[in-house]
């Protein structure tokens, strides 16, 4: 089993008041916006934004190195966006990544995780937003039932309503590197 240290990691580690304030800088967006539910909004928080600027996703990621449960084997990015935090991730840590796609593909392997056999071994998940839970509840289902054991999700930013876990359903543990409140106060700070 590889270690859980970061190997070659030169960004320093920056506390999590301002790493929150340079997300929110970064991802929130004023205007006009159609949001999914038909809605318009004024405001807009693109989270591709921190995950394609190099220094916020290494800082995000260093972040997340300890957050990993001790005895994790496989990293599982969830598609699309915990794909970019787990390279990262597994890089950092030299622990290697899976790529779980929202449903197996239909053709070659047919694979619902890209990479090493999820059989037995000790996955830890990784999401870039956590909301209401509904994507990490899905990959955990369909992992478990290719016999992995699936327990934890690190996630850079948690935005759950409330203080309840939202995936405690399917006892799985969320270990996020920033909360909504950290990015609300953030916000109001500016």
Same mark, same amino acid.
Request: charged share 25%.
């Given at each position: ?29 004023? +205007? ?24 916020? $996703? ?8 300890? $957050? $990993? ?7 599982? +990015? /969830?598609?699309?966006? =915990? ?10 840590? =030299? ?34 937003? $956590? ?39 399917? =006892? ?10 950290? /990015? ?7």
């Amino acid at each position: 089993m590889s270690s859980i240290e970061p190997q070659g990691s030169t960004t320093p580690t920056n506390d999590a008041d301002t790493l929150a304030a340079d997300i929110d800088a970064c991802c929130r967006l004023r +205007g006009e916006f159609t949001l999914r539910s038909g809605q318009v909004a004024s405001e807009y928080f693109d989270k591709y934004l921190f995950e394609s600027d190099p220094a916020l $996703l290494a800082r995000v990621a260093a972040r997340m190195v300890h $957050l $990993l449960p001790a005895g994790t084997e496989l990293l599982g +990015g /969830l598609e699309m966006g =915990g794909i970019p935090i787990v390279t990262v991730l597994s890089a950092d840590t =030299g622990l290697p990544a899976l790529f779980v796609r929202k449903k197996a593909k239909e053709y070659g392997t047919c694979k619902l995780a890209e990479g090493p056999d999820v059989e037995g071994r000790r996955i830890t998940l990784v999401e870039d937003v $956590l909301t209401t839970g509904g994507a990490v509840r899905d990959a955990t289902r369909a992992l478990r039932e290719r016999g992995a054991i699936v327990e934890v999700v690190v996630c850079a930013i948690d935005r759950s309503p409330g203080e309840e876990n939202p995936l405690a359903d399917v =006892g799985i543990d969320v270990r996020p590197v920033l909360t909504r409140a950290q /990015l609300d106060a953030a916000r109001a700070a500016s």
